[in-house]
Nanobody, 126 residues
Framework: QVQPVESGGGLVQAGGSLRLSCVDS????????VGWFRQASGKEREFVAA??????????SVADFVKGRFTISADNAKNTVLLQMNSLKPEDTAVYYC?????????????????WGQGTQVTVSL
């Protein structure tokens, strides 16, 4: 399994938008789980969103604190998962990590993922 690779972070003003991309080139199955986590300075890494694809059916999970603002989607032809982040707030500032390799029943738990990207910095200014 190859580590996933994130891109798309940057600096944005509060209320703005960013789209993060995760390329999971190590994927070997049409059934998969890809998650997004974030870690702010001095805080624990926390779950943001995940997509599960099984038997042609897509399921998504999104943390309550980003519901209505963040959307996760997948482009299976490109082995890519996108995290669209709208209405960004200063408290969304963090390093955002893409992760792969979790079982379907454990998508919100950091400990369940075996492969992590290097992270991409998102900074939201006032």
């Amino acid at each position: 399994q190859v580590q996933p690779v994130e891109s798309g972070g940057g600096l944005v003003q509060a209320g703005g938008s960013l789209r993060l991309s995760c390329v999971d080139s190590g994927r070997t199955s049409t059934d998969y789980v890809v998650g997004w986590f974030r870690q702010a300075s001095g805080k624990e890494r926390e779950f943001v969103a995940a997509v599960r694809w099984s038997g042609g059916i897509r399921l998504t999970s999104v943390a309550d604190f980003v519901k209505g603002r963040f959307t996760i989607s997948a482009d299976n032809a490109k082995n890519t998962v996108l995290l669209q982040m709208n209405s960004l707030k200063p408290e969304d500032t963090a390093v955002y990590y893409c992760a792969a390799g979790a079982p379907f029943q454990c998508v919100t738990q950091r400990r369940c993922y075996g492969y992590w990207g290097q992270g991409t910095q998102v900074t939201v200014s006032l």
